[in-house]
């Protein structure tokens, strides 16, 4: 990183989220767990700054030649939302998907712990096979039986309250 406050700042976030979520973790897993957080964090900081680069580049190019109009521009009333997009969603889209989520939580709440476990630091923590299997305290093998028991469990539930994704 060229930006030195910048990776400070990551630095800093890493740290405070491994102790909000691992901070009962015994000794041992934690530098695992802070090297994953801070790639991933290192990762977001990346995209949001291409994103960033890319929206504001865009939005200068649909501004007025003018200077003077310059100052009453507002790029976002010139485009219009498309179909499918969150802008364009209605009101019972998104209560629904709020719904949705909300199910989807209670759900992965009510999973045996170590199938919650291995569920949330594949697929919300985004840690490999083995890196889960470290953190666990158990095989390779055991992390793949129980996420796959924990999607099962969970698309049985949702697809039993309707919910089809």
Not at 79 to 102: N, T, Y
Request: negative net charge; hydrophobic residues 40%.
């Amino acid at each position: 990183m060229r930006d030195r406050d910048a990776a400070l700042d990551i630095v800093q976030d890493a740290m405070m989220r491994l102790s909000e979520k691992y901070g009962d973790r015994p000794a041992q897993e934690l530098p695992l767990l802070f090297q994953r957080i801070l790639q991933n964090a290192i990762r977001d900081y990346f995209r949001r700054t291409k994103v960033r680069s890319f929206w504001t580049t865009l939005f200068s190019s649909l501004g007025p030649a003018d200077e003077s109009e310059a100052q009453d521009f507002d790029p976002l009333e010139t485009l219009e939302s498309e179909p499918g997009s969150k802008s364009a969603e209605s009101a019972e889209d998104l209560v629904q998907r709020e719904q949705v989520m909300a199910l989807i939580e209670k759900e992965i709440e009510r999973l045996p712990e170590r199938q919650r476990e291995a569920f949330l630091l594949r697929y919300w923590e985004e840690l490999d096979v083995s890196e889960t299997a470290a953190v666990m305290g158990c095989s390779e093998g055991s992390v793949k039986t129980h996420c796959s028991r924990a999607t099962h469990a969970l698309a049985l539930a949702l697809k039993s309250k309707g919910v089809s994704l």
